[in-house]
């Protein structure tokens, strides 16, 4: 064979060789792009795409003018696929500074065969970005080394992620409450609004290269929704005043506990709720879990001579009574063979209603709720809201306890009618007063002014349900008597407020202890409004178990006065304009008044 042909031979030859390679290389390509395309593309996303979930932030909880009581900021969630650890001790070892954990802890944390474990819940970012540019420079020195592939550390992943943060600390930690390790409200607020408050997680997707992220690749799938923030009727500088004064005075008297309500009686707007022993919500809960309880709601008594304002304000819209009718008042009686006494041992007396309701006598609510009879006074005790939910929705809210009348025994009136035997909350009896201060209406209370959605939008509440309890007449005429309990011959002189005519009524009543079915300490109180010729608001103070010094006027009333003298001048209420125009005490004082005339 000539060159030339030999030449030509080996050129088709080549050429050959090339067209053919050509055809595998295209055939090749139309297998990956069309016949197998779909199956290398689920195997991709399988291997190199990853979806995680996209965490949605909590509404904010906010006082009445917007101030943050609690609010979700920006965090990292660190997790690490295990089966990507090749040296768990080495991993610790590089890690245990940055992740400020021991190095024992976090080796026990990488060994396994999970694909998602969470080592760091709630991370700075700080603390993501050093750990990142830890791992990235060791892994670089790492493979400068021969067979340095093998000990590089790989695994380690990150979540956008929030923490709860309670920026005013203990401030009405019992009544916002606080999130669980999952996120989901566990009392409080927080509780029985976590529907509303928890936001709508999303969605998205990364890319993995060697175990880690590849940066840039993170691209949102489902955007996550924030949860609807929520605004409270309380005022945060009235809450602090609230909590500082039953702090001072549970610390002081050695109590086992006390709680402040402020309340607005005409919109039932819970302006504060304080109560001492308290928690910081951001930090765990260690020791007696009663402390998280919130006793505004969950924790009922008897209420005492508080509860004689219904025994009065029955017999006066039933026109058994009028503020001067008189009334002997011996210092005990015996009924159904039981002896009932006052407080204090004194001679037998001629006082009017409002001398008999000043000195809180228990003898002469016993007359008056004898005058009404058990099914009348039943009556008004349900409608004043005894033994009934409150409406406000907090979360363990018990109604309390009244017995129906078929289950009154021969004491059961008396024993009534001046406070003791049926069980309120603090709720509850600040409802009652608000109810007399509102001329006669009961409005339900509540603690949400509105709700703002993710996109801004705020939403006032619904107006509270009313009902009218007593004529507007009937609460006029007890407000005037129970001013007579912060005079001078009251129980009560402790709750005066200067320029300002106030109203209230102590309560001083034995608490019922369940474990012994006994009764066992006392229950100190003093419920009053201001002013009280015209109500604003009204104040209570509840203290549980005082040590020595046990009577409410003595405890109450100064917390009252301390909380009522603020509230009046942060919200620029005017000084009372009018004189009380005092009903006589006594049988005496009536008399040398008719005469006067």
Partial sequence: MSHYNLVHKRIRTLLFATFAL???????????????????????????????????????????????????????????????????????????????????????????????????????????????????????????????????????????????????????????????????????????????????????????????????????????????SVRLTVDRDIQWVAQDAISKAVESSNAKSGTVIVMDPKTGAIIAQASAPTYNPSKPIVGNLDIIRNPAVQDSYNPGSTGKVITYAAALEEKKLTPNSIYTIPYSMRVAGTPFSDHEKHPTQRLTATGALAVSSNTAAIQIGQQLGSETLYKYLTD???????????????????????????????????????????????????TIANDGVRVTPTVVAGTTDASGNYIPAKDQKTKRVISAETAIEIRKMLESVVSANGTAPTAAISGYRVAGKTGTAMRFDPNCSCYSGYTASFIGFAPADKPAYVVSVTIQEPKGMHWGGALGGPVFAKVMKFVLQSKNITPSTTKLKAYPLTEAELAKSASAK
């Fill in 384 to 434: 004043f809201g005894i033994g009934q939910y409150t409406g406000s929705h907090l979360p363990g809210e018990t109604p309390g306890l009244l017995a129906p009348v078929s289950k009154w025994s021969g004491t059961s009136l008396p024993t009534f009618s001046l406070g003791q035997g049926y069980s309120l909350t603090a709720l509850q009896s600040t409802s009652v007063f608000a």
């Fill in 22 to 228: 050509f055809g595998v290389i295209i055939a090749q390509l139309f297998s990956v792009q069309v016949v197998r395309a779909g199956t290398i593309s689920e195997r991709a996303a399988k291997e190199l795409l990853l979806t995680s979930t996209l965490l949605a932030p909590r509404g904010v909880i906010s006082d009445i003018n917007g101030v943050e009581l609690a609010r979700s900021v920006a965090a990292i969630t660190i997790v690490v696929d295990q089966t990507q650890i090749d040296d768990a001790k080495l991993t610790a070892k590089i890690t245990a500074p940055i992740l400020q954990m021991g190095e024992d802890e976090l080796e026990a944390l990488y060994i396994g065969t999970l694909k998602y474990k969470i080592i760091v819940k709630s991370a700075k970012p700080a603390m993501w970005s050093k750990l990142q540019n830890t791992i990235a420079n060791y892994n670089k020195e790492v493979l400068k080394q021969k067979g340095g592939l093998s000990k590089r550390i790989l695994g380690f992943f990150s979540e956008r992620s929030y923490v709860r943060e309670y920026p005013t600390g203990t401030l009405a930690s019992s009544l916002i409450g606080f999130i669980n390790y999952e996120g989901v409200g566990a009392a409080g607020i927080e509780s029985s609004l976590n529907s509303e408050l928890s936001g709508i997680n999303g969605e998205y997707i990364y890319e993995n290269g060697a175990g880690t992220i590849i940066p840039g690749s993170a691209k949102i799938r489902i955007e996550a929704k924030a949860g609807t």
